[in-house]
């Protein structure tokens, strides 16, 4: 019986001191630990610390013992190169200007080679480029003629033989109307660019047997059969070389160009200021712009036989589209509907207007301007409403639009034509 007793007191006081040993257990278990893990990891800290502080020391000793000079000479050198590993990298692109010549160049090399370029599309890069260190330009390009000029328009493009010019994607399919070339030309372009990446390029090794030499045409014989109409401006009366025509002639082989939505924000085939801006219109956008005369320019400058078309709203003011646009003029379309009219402009002189009919405030209107050889259409919402024969017809130029007067202009769905060349 007292074994028992015993037996039971025993059991009692270990369950009674059960929670007491495994508090003492915990304690040695975080005393172990702390041993073993934190103050191993804090003697290293220290010992780091130690380090960091004494290559501190030395250091500081190090910059008291150079004097001002010795200091200048070691900043000198890393300036000079950071320098140098910088202009090693802006060699390998195109400065802005450069770039935007490439366009003219293209058309430059086809006229060249005997060929046309028959379609041109901006595209966005897959992947965009960091815009403040460089920008990526690519040109889908579509070329009809000969195969053999074909390979002529590729090997006039010297530029390719840098790096900052890539041709990709060059296929050639033949067909009985003429073989089409299709490439892309992709152009690397950096504000840090040197502008020397286009030095020293090879010459162009271009066989005989696909040397295009293009046809003389002779002059055709002026027509002394219209009569000239005059004009009023500020300046007084003022005599144009242009007649009125009253025909509309048969449709002409025109070839799509270009066509720009606005909806992919790829804006590097123009020249235009930053004061225009993408608004939302319907499922894609528009470019819009208020209160300012900027004109947005193509970067082609040599279109000759061509029409332009593009979609205007107003909300004041008037809109202007312009073809065959230099130095020496341009014809230039205006649209007020405000005042109910349209008027064609000949180097800034008036020479035909006509009566626009009234539409709700803001509505869309669609203006083509074409100049085919010396006639000039002008031509809204699909009706014509002005042709003339200019009989000092202007040179090549390229193509624009601007908002002028007060209030505001959306433009949206610009098209560019050219004339297809086996017809003209």
């Given amino acids: 019986m007292a074994f028992d007793d015993l037996q039971d007191m025993l059991q009692f006081n270990i369950r009674a001191m059960l929670p007491v040993i495994l508090i003492v257990l915990v304690v040695v278990g975080n005393i172990a630990f702390a041993l073993t893990t934190i103050v191993p990891g804090w003697q290293a800290y220290e010992g780091l610390t130690m380090q960091i502080d004494t290559n501190k020391a030395a250091l500081a000793e190090r910059e008291a013992s150079l004097d001002a000079a010795e200091m200048i000479e070691i900043l000198q ?44 599309q901006a595209q966005q890069a897959a992947q965009a480029a960091p815009a403040d260190e460089y920008d990526v330009r690519i040109f889908r390009l579509q070329v009809k003629g000969p195969v053999w000029s074909l390979l002529n328009f590729v090997a006039h ?3 390719a033989a840098v790096s900052s010019v890539s041709i990709r994607g060059v296929e050639i399919q033949d067909a009985p109307t003429g073989a089409v070339l299709t490439m892309e030309t992709w152009f690397y372009v950096s504000p840090f660019a040197s502008g ?4 020293n390029l090879p010459a162009a090794i271009l066989p005989e047997s696909v040397i295009y030499t293009p046809p003389v045409e002779a002059a055709p014989p002026a027509d002394t059969s219209s009569t000239t109409s005059t004009s009023s401006s500020s300046g007084g009366v003022v005599e144009l ?38 608004v939302p219109q319907g499922d894609g956008q528009a470019l819009y712009v208020k209160n300012n005369s900027a004109p947005v320019r193509f970067r082609h400058n040599t279109l000759l036989n061509a029409a332009v078309q593009a979609r205007f709203k107003l909300d004041g003011g008037n809109a202007r589209l312009s073809l065959r646009e230099s130095e020496a003029g341009s014809y230039t379309a205006v649209i007020n509907p405000a005042a109910g009219e349209i008027q064609l402009y000949r180097k800034d002189v008036l020479v035909r207007s006509a009566e626009l009919p009234a539409a709700p405030a803001d509505a869309w209107y669609t203006v083509q301007l074409s100049a085919i050889d010396d006639i000039v259409r002008l031509v809204v919402n699909n009706v014509e409403y002005i042709a003339i024969r200019d009989l000092a017809q202007l040179p090549p130029g390229t193509a624009s639009f601007a908002h002028t007067g007060g209030g505001s202009l959306s433009v949206d769905d610009f098209m560019l034509w050219t004339l297809v060349e086996a017809a003209s």
């Fill in 77 to 120: 050198q890393q300036i000079e190169s950071v320098a140098a590993k910088l202009d090693d990298a802006a060699i390998n692109f195109l400065t802005d200007v450069q770039a935007n010549q490439m366009l003219n160049l293209l058309f430059g090399y086809a006229a060249d080679s005997g060929v046309e370029i028959t379609n041109l």
């Fill in 157 to 159: 493009i010297r530029e």
């Fill in 196 to 199: 020397d990446a286009l030095l």
């Fill in 241 to 278: 070389e242009s007649t009125a025509i009253t025909y509309l002639a048969a449709p002409l082989p025109l070839n799509l160009l270009y066509v720009d939505t606005f909806d992919a924000g790829v804006l590097y085939a123009w020249e235009i200021d930053p004061v225009w801006t993408f």
